[in-house]
């Protein structure tokens, strides 16, 4: 029996390996992790992240031919396949600070593997990483093999949280780096005939390692870029009257730019987008690249312009005031069906209001009350480390309550931010809401979901990005 290792417990290592062992019976997949409390979660009813379909896969595995264990080094020594799904954070401090990968993790974990091997193994980079990376991995292996054979691969995660599961049975692409050498293309093929147990030839790509690390790097680039395109025009409409769904429906009918990633939003988040544009613009700048580097460095600049032209928009429409309103927030994750927070910009949005003293009521059927607290006093990058790691200091705010629903988060609030697309917020009674809100009720729409027209009938002012003003914020200008 072929068995699997994998060092990290986390979004991508949990449910990549949960479908492996669903979609090959006769693997071993063992996920392995140094913190107990995640391991112990992975082994009970409560997983610890949120993904639509991964806890049936999970409940019909475990135990069968998927393990979780805190038993990092025994499964190391015992696998064929490691893979490595370790936190690669953005470095805080020293030589590329804020922009920079910090590989300490995938480092250690390197080492480890090497200290532990009696056997040769093919060790699969799953992090998002820096180009190159395999080949500074490959020489720490090499330099403490003691004999021992290993073959580095990127196999980079291309999933879509929300969607994660679908994505891993259905995939766009599968894409294998290794080196092009006979024991590269061995190893290469090795990890295919993995994947090719569900995922169709065609879509299992194979390029040299550089290639394969590269690629993701410019994939979520990509992404991030359509998102900020379109957030750059939501603005120029409101200034002119025009309405971005329209206009982003028109751009999207052409074939070749097709309609995906053209929804105007208060911003993008998730662990990947801004981590990997930081660092894609660090390889940028290390390489003798600044006009690359500043171009990608733009994409990220209109996200966060976005974020605070929201926030002013709110302060200014309610008299150029928060302070000591209450504020309700609707959605705290970065995107529907999924609990990660990890750069949702309703962290960003949060921060702006409560900097100007309003008090936040905080709605979000996913996230909890510990995460929410937790992600407003944290520094930037500091989520990206192992929990045990992150700091543990810090204090719940008074200004933030974090309430069970939307109704109870609404009463008696100045104003409503719709922060995350979640399907419940299209079907809330907004007629109850209005009647429960300080007079004039404010709605301030981040993700265009709700009906703009019904609710101005209803009473509401109305505010939802790149859509005509209301008349009312028309005298009120955000100055951004």
Known sequence: MVKICCIGAGYVGGPTMAVIALKCPSIEVVVVDISKLRIAAWNSDQLPIYEPGLDGIVRQCRGKNLFFSTDVEKHVYEADIVFVSVNTPTKTRGLGAGKAADLTYWESAARMIADVSKSDKIVVEKSTVPVKTAEAIEKILTHNAKGIKFQILSNPEFLAEGTAIQDLFNPDRVLIGGRETPE???????????????????????????????????????????????????????????????VSYAVGTDTRIGPKFLNASVGFGGSCFQ???????????????????EYWKQVIKINDYQKNRFVNRVVASMFNTVANKKIAILGFAFKKDTGDTRETPA??????????????????????????????????????????????????????????????????????????????????????????????????????????????????????????????????????
């Open 184 to 246: 590269g293309e061995k190893a290469i093929q090795t990890l295919k005939n993995v994947y090719s147990q569900w995922v169709p030839e065609g879509k299992i790509l194979t390029t040299n390692l550089w290639s394969a690390e590269l690629s993701k790097l410019a994939a979520n680039a990509f992404l991030a870029q359509r998102i900020s395109s379109v957030n750059a025009m939501s603005a120029l409409c409101e200034a002119t009257g025009a309405n971005v769904n329209q």
């Open 275 to 293: 981590k990997d544009i930081l660092n894609l613009v660090y390889i940028c700048e290390c390489n003798g690249l600044p006009e690359v580097a």
């Open 347 to 480: 962290i960003d949005v949060c921060k702006g209001l409560l900097g100007d003293k309003a008090r936040l009521s905080i709605y979000d059927p996913q996230v909890t009350e510990d995460q929410i607290q937790r992600d407003l006093w944290m520094n930037k990058f500091d989520w990206d480390h192992p929990i045990h790691l992150q700091p543990t200091s810090g204090s719940s705010d008074k200004k933030v309550s974090v309430v069970l629903d939307a109704y109870e988060a609404t009463k008696d609030a100045d104003g409503v931010c719709v922060l995350t697309e979640w399907n419940e917020f299209n079907s809330l009674d907004y007629q109850k809401i209005y009647d429960n809100m300080r007079k004039p009720a404010f709605v301030f729409d981040g993700r265009n979901i709700v009906d703009c027209d019904k609710l101005r009938e209803i009473g509401f002012i109305v505010y939802a990005i790149g859509k005509p003003l209301d008349p009312w914020l028309k005298d009120m200008p955000a100055v951004a």
